[in-house]
């Protein structure tokens, strides 16, 4: 359920944003992430990661962004959640990316 809600936030902000910022899509596509985030992980582990101490920056801009885009801002909502998010998320990507340098490394993925 975790990940289904997850993947229809995902789409339903990408949607949003090609749609010139539709603010009811992307705060749909937000309630949608955050909830599958917390069927995920669990309440207190999501709780605990976006309010421990050095990511408290990033947590405030990423909620504030939400609730920007539920008042409507959509664009300057935007603008704060993604700064969040890649303030939260900063340790996460050198994993990522070492993920996606070894499917280099799959026969099938080299020759595509």
């Given at each position: 359920?975790?990940?289904?809600?997850?993947?229809?936030?995902?789409?339903?902000?990408?949607?949003?944003?090609?749609?010139?910022?539709?603010?009811?899509?992307?705060?749909?596509?937000?309630?949608?992430?955050?909830s599958g985030l917390?069927?995920?992980?669990?309440?207190?582990?999501?709780?605990?990661?976006?309010?421990?101490?050095?990511?408290?920056?990033?947590?405030?801009?990423?909620?504030?962004?939400?609730?920007?885009?539920?008042?409507?801002?959509?664009?300057?909502?935007?603008?704060?959640?993604?700064?969040?998010?890649?303030?939260?998320?900063?340790?996460?990507?050198?994993?990522?990316?070492?993920?996606?340098?070894?499917?280099?490394?799959?026969?099938?993925?080299?020759?595509?």
């Amino acid at each position: 359920i975790g990940v289904g809600l997850v993947g229809f936030g995902l789409f339903f902000v990408l949607f949003g944003m090609l749609l010139y910022f539709d603010s009811v899509l992307l705060a749909f596509g937000n309630i949608l992430f955050l909830s599958g985030l917390v069927f995920i992980i669990g309440f207190r582990k999501t709780f605990t990661f976006f309010f421990q101490r050095p990511k408290l920056k990033g947590t405030s801009f990423f909620l504030g962004g939400v609730l920007i885009v539920l008042m409507r801002w959509p664009l300057l909502g935007m603008l704060l959640e993604a700064y969040g998010f890649i303030t939260l998320f900063r340790s996460f990507f050198p994993v990522a990316f070492g993920f996606l340098g070894s499917l280099a490394n799959i026969p099938v993925l080299s020759k595509v």
